[in-house]
């Protein structure tokens, strides 16, 4: 059955359209069950009736013309339950309904599978013989197996038009897709596709015979790479500010970097052609960057994809013809690159939509940074039947419409006209204080890991930073950064935001985050050798960081030091310790360092109910609300399967949040929030009346959250946060939200969370 299934799905993904994927289903269904009959049903957009739409065994003419309800028929029953239906003698079962037109009087067994895609009901997969015997096991999990196959093809073919000619005989349905919002705002245009320039994973091996001309190729094309991208920065240089101008720097590094050039040489020495020995290079670099929890760190997979395709392009000299362009760009592609992006001239480019990624992308940076929608992550995204095609995007909820009415059009147009309104009056608010009309105040931090976030947070006025990730510069190099490399690095971030304060988070990897010279091996990354864990087995690595980061400080005296993946006292107090040490060694060397605030990292439910306890220990902590979130509802929201049971305002996720506040309160230590939640203007209210002292967010979410906390007292947080504790469901909590926002005008901040 294993090699049938295959045979069939290849088959499938290989059909011209939605009724040839239909027909190739019902063929080898048919013949890999030994069924007389195999048919497919699908509920029409009402959601009440079921439609015949493909079949064989059946009289075809009924084909389009058979409906049933979902209370009538064996079919519908298999739709109303959702679940399976086996019979040997069907025509005696109480919902049995016989269709004259279908011909179907002499089949007696009966086999129905419902068809889900993401807990939506589409339709009914059937087969049917003659004999009046059961169908086996086997039979009916290769039945389900195609059912959940033929979803997927049922996804495809609506978002392309197929579906509603197919299945509604009135066709002009709306087509929507629900993706990752990258960056905030409405874009309407026309679909521009950009494919890979090569493709990494289609290259071959060869011998090769003379490995001098291959390393000769494989330069060049490396350095006409490196030249493609200085003249896109300079594009870019008055569109964009020098900060955000910096991500072609990071690209440029990487290209430079010894762990990635040496890799290519090194295998065209060992006997492979270029193209291949780059392949196998960057496959590597790929799937240590993919093992990450972070996603940040994570979504650096895809920078190292580009730079490989890129300079594959220059090794087989394939060049880029994007033909005449719209006047609204959307851009549309499998996974979107930064370079992508800045090749689209900026008065052409209306948004950014993307199957793959995620708003730690590096093209999510950029949108944001140029102002444009962006949507990211949209699973089953048909990429290449898009071009072309209207869309509207939506980047508040990450959603977009296909081939929109003109109704919907007219009313994303008013959105856009409220949301240029919004951002006016948002702009206002730079340099005023976070603090309530009744004078409660909290400050406004932003979360940083590449220079090229630095200016967007100086420009709207942050309080510091929240959180600083240190651990790229340790990926893209094949040793560790010495003391000096790590200093000046360091000293870029402190210097830049002077006097306020700056956590930097000590270095988080291991376990899911493996160094290429530095390999771990864990069988389960989420809950292995990582963070402080590993940084403690290696006094030798942390005291390296933390004397670097001392040394950084001086003339600043704004380092904050906060120590991830915190389970255990011991764990705090043994990182504090060596703080305290690396402070003596510099001073023994005559660098004299003031002592810098240290904190912990609440993001285990261990941390939570400790939270107290290190507290009396620590000067800060600082809750990473999305790793929390994670553990407490056993929950990868980067996992599109159950990506939406992941909620902030889960309960039991806001009852944690809360004890860690009210633990910090009473060891008076302040508490802050570094994780999504911060940048929810939504949520905020409810930080504010918890007593959180700060919050940290990406910079394009600050003023947003301001906003609101200049519009509500605390005395209206508080009786908010008091309902909200009480909730038992996440929706009800979202609904108290958004009631309470409407009434003060601020709705339009969330709505990114209505439908």
Excluded at 241 to 249: C, I, V
């Amino acid at each position: 059955m294993l090699s049938t299934l295959h045979r069939v799905v290849e088959a499938v993904n290989e059909a011209g359209d939605f009724n040839e994927a239909l027909k190739i289903i019902v063929d080898q269904v048919a013949e890999a069950t030994g069924a007389d009959v195999c048919s497919v049903y699908l509920l029409e957009a009402g959601g009440g009736q079921l439609r015949l739409v493909a079949t064989r065994g059946l009289n075809p003419e009924a084909v389009g013309q058979v409906t049933l309800s979902l209370d009538e028929g064996l079919v519908g029953l298999v739709a109303q339950r959702e679940e399976s239906v086996n019979l040997d003698n069907a025509d005696r079962h109480p919902r049995f309904r016989y269709f004259p037109e279908t011909g179907e009087e002499r089949f007696h067994s009966f086999l129905g599978v419902p068809v889900i895609h993401y807990r939506s009901r589409l339709g009914v997969l059937v087969v049917q013989r003659q004999v009046g015997d059961r169908f086996n096991d086997a039979e009916v999990a290769f039945l389900v197996t195609m059912a959940s196959q033929l979803a997927g093809v049922i996804a495809y073919a609506r978002v392309r038009g197929e579906l509603s000619a197919a299945v509604d005989p009135t066709p002009g349905q709306v087509l929507g897709l629900d993706g990752i919002g990258g960056s905030s705002g409405v874009a309407m245009g026309e679909g521009l596709v950009v494919t890979p320039m090569a493709r990494l994973s289609n290259v071959p091996d060869r011998p090769v015979t003379d490995p001098a001309r291959e390393i000769t190729d494989f330069n060049q094309a490396v350095a006409a790479v490196i030249s493609d991208l200085q003249g896109l920065s300079e594009r870019m240089r008055d569109q964009l500010p020098e900060g955000e101008q910096l991500l072609f720097d990071v690209y440029q590094r990487m290209l430079e970097g010894e762990s990635f050039t040496r890799g290519v040489i090194d295998r065209i020495h060992q006997g492979h052609w270029a193209p291949f020995a780059l392949r196998r290079t960057i496959s590597e670099h790929v799937r240590r960057f993919e093992a990450m929890d972070d996603p940040y760190l994570r979504e650096r997979a895809d920078d190292v994809r580009d730079m490989g395709r890129r300079v594959l392009a220059r090794l087989l000299a394939i060049e880029v013809d994007h033909g005449e362009l719209p006047e609204r760009v959307i851009l549309v592609g499998e996974e979107l690159s930064a370079s992508q992006l800045a090749e689209i001239p900026a008065d052409r480019l209306a948004g950014v939509l993307s199957a793959g990624g995620s708003a730690n992308s590096h093209i999510a940076i950029l949108a944001r940074a140029l102002g444009v929608p962006a949507v990211m992550g949209v699973a089953d995204l048909p990429v290449h039947d898009l071009q072309g095609r209207s869309l509207i995007l939506d980047g508040y909820r990450g959603r977009v419409e296909v081939d929109p009415a003109e109704p919907l059009r007219a009313e994303y147009a008013r959105l856009q006209q409220e949301e240029e309104a919004l951002t006016a009056e948002l702009a206002d608010l730079s340099g005023l204080p976070a603090q309530t009309p009744d004078g409660a105040s909290i400050r406004l931090c932003v979360n940083t890991g590449l220079a090229a976030e630095i200016n967007p947070a100086l420009e709207i006025g942050c309080d510091g930073v929240g959180l600083h990730r240190t651990e790229f510069p340790f990926m893209i190099q094949d040793r560790f950064p010495g003391e000096e490399e790590q200093a000046a690095l360091y000293q870029e971030v402190l210097g830049a935001f002077a006097p306020q304060p700056v956590t930097l988070r000590t270095l988080d990897v291991g376990g899911d985050k493996p160094l290429p010279y530095f390999p771990t091996n864990d069988a389960n990354p989420f809950l292995g050798w990582r963070g402080v864990r590993m940084t403690l087995d290696h006094p030798e690595i942390f005291l390296t960081q933390l004397r670097a980061m001392l040394r950084a400080s001086v003339g600043f005296d704004n380092l904050q030091i906060m120590f991830p993946m915190v389970t255990r006292l011991e764990e705090a107090e043994q990182a504090t310790a060596l703080v305290a040490r690396a402070r003596e060694e510099l001073e023994e060397e005559g660098v004299i360092t003031t002592r810098p605030r240290v904190g912990a990292m609440v993001e285990v439910p261990a941390a939570v109910y400790q939270a107290e306890s290190l507290a009396r220990r620590l000067d800060f902590l600082s809750i990473g609300s999305n790793d929390l979130a994670q553990y407490l509802l056993a929950v990868d929201r980067n996992n599109s399967r159950v990506a939406s049971l992941y909620d902030e305002l889960h309960p039991a996720v806001l009852r944690a949040v809360n004890e860690v506040a009210q633990a910090g309160r009473r060891a008076n230590c302040p508490v802050s929030l570094c994780g999504s939640m911060a940048g929810e203007p939504g949520i905020a209210p409810l930080l504010l009346a918890m007593g959180m002292d700060s919050l940290s967010m990406s910079s394009g979410r600050l003023m947003r959250v301001k906003w609101v906390i200049r519009t509500l007292t605390l005395a209206q947080c508080q009786a908010l946060l008091a309902e909200a504790l009480v909730c038992e469901t996440p929706e009800a909590v979202r609904g108290l939200i958004h009631r309470t926002l409407d009434e003060h005008g601020l709705g339009g901040l969330v709505r990114a969370g209505r439908n």
